[in-house]
């Protein structure tokens, strides 16, 4: 989390996956900073489709649809 408040300082428009072990994490206000949440697992399926669906909302921003 430390890592995440740093990366925000320095740049604010790069996505961020937060993906980790612990989901206790996710309940720790700073966390709210990253575009997504995933709780580790041996299935990679949802790590997968959060960092896509970041990416797109992403980019729909910049083209200005959302």
Do not use: C, M
Not at 29 to 46: L, Q, R
């Amino acid at each position: 989390l430390e890592t995440l408040t740093r990366i925000h300082d320095q740049r604010p428009a790069l996505p961020v996956v937060l993906n980790s072990a612990y989901g206790g994490y996710r309940e720790q206000f700073v966390s709210w900073i990253a575009d997504a949440y995933v709780t580790k697992s041996s299935n990679v399926g949802e790590l997968i489709g959060a960092v896509r669906d970041v990416l797109e909302r992403r980019a729909a921003q910049r083209r200005g649809t959302e």
